[in-house]
């Protein structure tokens, strides 16, 4: 079945700091990828997606390829601010049928002064 | 941005007790889910719904759960016999087409259960 690894933090950065969070999945097919992100006392929001290998899906700064060849989708920012703290989920559905998403496990971020 | 709205945020019953859990999906969307996150583990998907029946369920939905679309707008899981182990954050999502690749869900604020 599907199934996906991030690092699971907390990660904590100063701001302006580059931030790279792992991702790497498995998966029967050619799924789509996303990032969801929950920022505190929130729900859960679609921060970028990516439908095919070398996609770059790119949003607030944010930005993650889709490596088919080493199966990884990894999120990265050149310079984080305070108010990115929050939790990122890597996340994949499949292309056919109903699809459910398949989430990792989020990595808490929090960004200090 | 219309968006997923859920009732109530916070939901505390005693074990045994039947629980609703409501939710308003976006208006033009057909399809839609329903997730959990039990503290600190991933979130998990339980079950799928498209045209007034269940597309997919995960081994977590069995008989205790169930989902129904009572009117034109409400979504709603109920949990017929609560257990400690249903105590969890409950996200409910909506997608205006099959293909998440297409039309990503939405997802709403979640309900968290406390089952004492």
């Known amino acids: 079945g599907n199934s996906v690894t991030q690092m699971e933090g907390p990660v904590t950065l100063s701001e302006e700091a580059f931030l790279t969070i792992n991702c790497t999945y498995t998966a029967t097919g050619y799924p789509s990828l996303f990032w969801y992100v929950q920022y505190p006392g929130e729900g859960l929001q679609l921060l970028l997606k990516a439908t095919k290998a070398d996609d770059k899906g790119s949003n607030k700064g944010f930005e993650a390829t889709y490596r088919k060849e080493t199966t990884s989708f990894h999120l990265e920012k050149g310079s984080v601010q305070v108010s990115d703290s929050a939790v990122y989920f890597c996340a994949l559905s499949d292309t056919g049928g109903y699809q459910k998403v398949t989430f990792g496990i989020g990595t808490k971020l929090q960004v200090i002064p | 941005e219309p968006e997923v709205t859920q009732t109530p945020s916070h939901q505390v019953t005693q074990m045994g007790q039947e629980v609703i859990l409501r939710c308003v999906p976006i208006s033009n969307h057909l399809y839609f889910y329903w997730y959990r996150q039990i503290l600190g583990q991933k979130v998990e998907f339980l079950v799928s719904?498209?045209?007034?029946?269940?597309?997919?369920k995960s081994e977590i939905f069995d008989d205790q759960f169930s989902v129904e679309r009572p009117d034109g707008s409400n979504f709603t899981l109920k949990i017929r016999s609560t257990k400690l182990e249903d105590s969890a954050m409950y996200f409910c999502?909506?997608?205006?087409?099959?293909?998440?690749?297409?039309?990503?869900?939405?997802f709403g604020d979640g309900t968290r259960l406390s089952i004492l």
């Open positions: 999502a909506s997608s205006a087409l099959v293909k998440v690749s297409d039309q990503p869900q939405h």
């Open positions: 719904f498209y045209n007034n029946e269940i597309s997919e």
